[in-house]
């Protein structure tokens, strides 16, 4: 049973189109969105995949179309590439935006969109939280795998070459107004990107299945997300074309992302996160090895927590003191994590992937002063850094 707390919010805008004929009803959510024509916005390796065919079949026999294609986004999101795409889109006189393929398109488009709906303001003035109040053009988004993005989330984030800085923003106006999951799109990404991309979804699920922000509604959507990641990854990242199981996973991203939104990044997301900026290692490499290592620091003492995660991860912890809660769940995630480094062959310790020891105390402090918003200390961040360190 759940604990419904004295009060709680909880905001969703977002509409989900997940099987056969999601593409073919995106032109229909257009003509409800009140839009005409689409400026699709999609990562090279999508393009090379041939992920855009299907989408342009979709418009073949609408009255909506597509007003041009921008197919130049690269591995991330960029402030140059974003204002190249914010121009195109006033002067094709697009209505809203497609975004279709890796976490970077998504950003990409929100924003460019950004820049389009807000043009009395500087785009520096709306980092952070709730700074954009401006209502901004629909945006249908096409995720493709499992990655927790700008796809699902109220978040964006840019890379500022001129300032060699990431620009973050956080805004329920950063919402997509559609997403579209189908099966003609899951087949692309390679196994460890599947692998890396999962345990992202499953740490964005425990973390807010453990945040002290949670509600019942967080719950319901972080326990779906964990429970498809049990079921699904390993199958996923095994074989591409189990489109059940990768089906699965970009559901199970979607659900994990609607959860963190309400929640916001727990101590993994945000060493992961430092860990990108200060090592330039992966962000999502970064998080598959400080998973394992860090879950007991989500799940603490409270059997609850611990109970909850086994239980959907197919353990149990009825056998265990409130001060040992954090094993069980663990030692399971620990399991999950080595299944898919055989198979996929992730890094085992930050070292290997590349982070040096001089560097964990500046990695513990980032991640603290910038990314994370919990009662953990950076004593406690350091020390979840050194375990992952061997």
């Given amino acids: 049973m759940f604990s419904v707390p004295d009060y709680y919010e909880f905001k969703c805008p977002v509409k989900l189109l997940s099987g056969l004929t999601a593409l073919s009803s995106i032109t229909f959510e257009m003509g409800l969105l009140g839009c005409e024509t689409a400026m699709v916005v999609i990562d090279r390796a999508s393009l090379g995949a041939g992920l ?34 914010a121009d195109i889109f006033r002067q094709t006189r697009c209505d809203c935006f497609v975004a279709l393929g890796s976490g970077a398109c998504m950003d990409t ?17 709306l980092q952070g939280r709730d700074k954009i109040n401006d209502r901004l053009f629909p945006l249908i988004t096409i995720p493709i795998s499992a990655e927790v993005n700008a796809a699902t989330t109220n978040t964006a984030a840019v890379y500022n070459e001129e300032k060699n800085k990431k620009m973050e923003f956080c805004s329920d106006s950063l919402y997509a107004d559609v997403v579209a999951i189908s099966p003609a799109m899951v087949s692309a990404v390679s196994p460890r990107t599947m692998a890396t991309q999962g345990l992202d979804c499953l740490t964005r699920a425990l973390e807010a299945y453990t945040s002290a922000k949670k509600n019942p509604v967080v719950d319901i959507f972080a326990s779906a997300a964990m429970d498809q990641v049990r079921g699904c990854l390993l199958r996923a990242v095994r074989d591409k074309h ?107 310790s930050l070292s290997v992937a590349g982070v040096k020891e001089d560097d964990l105390v500046e990695i513990a402090a980032t991640a603290i002063r910038d990314y994370y918003t919990g009662d953990l200390k950076e004593v406690d961040a350091l020390d979840i850094l050194k375990k992952a360190l061997i």
């Fill in 109 to 125: 488009a929100k924003a460019a969109n950004i820049m389009v709906s807000c043009e009395d303001k500087a785009l520096v003035d």
């Fill in 52 to 85: 855009l065919g299907p989408v342009n079949a979709a418009f073949s026999d609408s009255n909506r179309s597509i007003g041009h294609v921008f197919g130049e986004v690269g591995n991330e999101a960029s402030l140059r590439i974003a204002t190249r795409v």
């Fill in 242 to 348: 189990d489109k059940e199981a990768r089906m699965g996973m970009v559901n199970a991203a979607f659900f994990a992302g609607i959860a963190s939104s309400s929640s916001g990044p727990g101590i993994i997301h945000a060493l992961a996160r430092a860990v990108e900026n200060t090592s330039h290692v992966p962000f999502t490499t970064a998080n598959s090895i400080l998973l394992s290592k860090g879950i007991e620091y989500l799940v603490g003492d409270s059997m609850d927590n611990a109970e909850g995660i086994a239980g959907m991860m197919a353990g149990s912890v009825g056998h265990l003191e409130d001060k040992d809660a954090g094993k069980v769940p663990a030692d399971l995630v620990g399991a999950l994590v080595t299944g898919l480094s055989e198979v996929s062959r992730l890094p085992g």
